[in-house]
């Protein structure tokens, strides 16, 4: 009976692994980490999506043990794996609530805050309003059958065993900067508005002393704020489409393959 235990071996670990990476895929997904989202479905989801990619999924070796300290090595780096491409998903959303916050802060909506259910914690209004277009925006889209099926492609470019080369890990970590100069490039235009009103109010305040600068500046900038938030609805989608496909091709970047966008 000795001849089936190569054999149950490399069975489990055809499912294991494949599970490791795809499990650390949705711990840090974006729409799918968040706490709101049930980690048992969480779990469930996960093991469904392993399944249906296993007939796609390349055979390992027949001597793949994953009880040796080679096997325990594969699982770390699947789960690395998994973790680098669920993060290349939260760029998406991230550099809309950095965008968020600073309109918020400079046009007085900072006060106004709530539990974020992605990240746990206290974040202006505004920032959780662009994380709900977000979010609608790329369910519609299909962004997550995307990445999914990004995540099936790279079981090709990165069988089981390998690694991420040392040049995209660069890379990556380069471009995670690009988040904040994304948010600064979508707030820029609220940031220029709100120095020209603060600019008037002060000459208001030099030339009329009278004037209460705490009662009129606030309510003046929190209006100014809206119509800024409001109008830069507009270009809400450009800026959407674009950051999904930086995101994207870096992603793809990442598992060694070519893509060029594809919104």
Not at 92 to 103: K, L, M, P
Not at 203 to 230: D, E, R, Y
Request: with cysteine.
């Amino acid at each position: 009976m000795n001849f089936l235990e190569p054999i149950t071996l490399t069975a489990v670990a055809q499912l294991v692994w494949p599970l490791c990476r795809i499990s650390s895929f949705l711990a840090v997904m974006f729409a799918v980490s968040g706490s709101s989202f049930p980690q048992m479905t969480r779990a469930l989801l996960a093991f469904s999506i392993t399944v249906c990619m296993l007939p796609n999924i390349p055979n390992l070796a027949p001597n793949s043990d994953p009880f040796t300290v080679y096997g325990i090595m594969v699982t770390i780096k699947e789960c690395l794996i998994g973790i680098c491409l669920g993060l290349c998903t939260l760029f998406i959303s991230q550099a809309f609530i950095v965008a968020g916050q600073a309109v918020a802060m400079q046009t007085g909506l900072g006060f106004a805050s709530l539990v974020d259910p992605v990240s746990g914690t206290n974040s202006p209004v505004v920032g959780q309003f662009f994380t709900v277009l977000c979010t609608l925006v790329f369910f519609s889209l299909n962004g997550h059958l995307i990445f999914f099926k990004l995540m099936l492609e790279s079981f090709t470019t990165l069988p089981m065993g390998q690694f991420i080369p040392n040049s995209s890990i660069e890379e990556f970590l380069y471009f995670s900067g690009s988040m904040f100069k994304a948010g600064l490039a979508m707030s820029i235009s609220a940031i220029c508005t709100m120095l020209v009103v603060n600019f008037t109010l002060g000459v208001m305040t030099k030339a009329a002393p009278q004037l209460n600068i705490f009662s009129l500046g606030f309510a003046v900038t929190m209006i100014v704020g809206i119509c800024v938030l409001f109008i830069s609805l507009s270009s809400f989608m450009s800026n959407f489409t674009n950051n999904f496909n930086d995101v994207f091709d870096e992603a793809c970047s990442l598992i060694g393959t070519s893509c060029n966008g594809i919104l």
